[in-house]
C-alpha cells in the first residue's frame, strides 16, 4: 500500500537522520584524541562544535522524537533512560561551556561525556530503533516537524552558517576536516537530510 511505504520511507529518513549526527558525534570525539595538549584553540573549537551539534540533537530528539514513541514503543523504560542520560550529558556540557581549554578538568569532562554519549548511542540504535518498525507512529508527519524544527535549531545555534557554505569555509576548514579530511568532516556541519543508505 502506498500509504504504508510512504511511512517506512519517511521512518528510515528519521532514523537516517539521526544516525548521521550519531556519526559525526562519534567522529568529533575521535577527532578530540588526536589533538595534542597544546592546540587550546583547536581543542576549544572541537569541543565547542561537538557541544553545538549534541544540543541540536538532544533537543530534537526531545521535543518532537521521544514524544512521537510515547505508548508507541513496546519497551516504554527505553524512554524514560534516554532522557535521563540527555540529562547527564546536558549537565557535562554545561559545565564544559564554563571550562577552558586549559583547565585541567576539561578533557576529563569531554572525555566523560564522549564515554556517555557513546553508551547512549549504542542503546538507541540497538535497542530503541530496533523497535520501531511496529510502532504506530505518523512517520511522514513527525519527518516534516523534525526537519523543520531542525532548520530552526540550526539557524538558533548558528550551524545554518556551515550548511550554506559561506566564504569562512574557504580559509577556515572544520576542524574535523583538516585531521582526516574524509568525508564525514566535510559532512559535519551540513543539514543532514537523511541521504546516507544505511542502517547500522
Ligand atoms: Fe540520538
Ligand atoms: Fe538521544
Redesign the pocket.
Known sequence: MAVSKNASAARKEILDM?IE??KSAKKLFRDFEKLSQEDAEERESLVSLACTELKL??QL?EEL?YPALRGALKEQDLLEE?EVEHASAKQLIEQLDSLDADDPKFTATFKVLGEYVKH??KE?ESEMFEQLQRAKVDWPLLLEQMTARRMELEMELGLAEDAAGDDESADAQPVGAALEGDDDADDAGKSRGGRRQTIE
Request: glycine share 0%.
Open positions: 539521526l549526527d550519531h540533537h538532544t530528539e522524537f534516554a547512549h548511542i538507541e
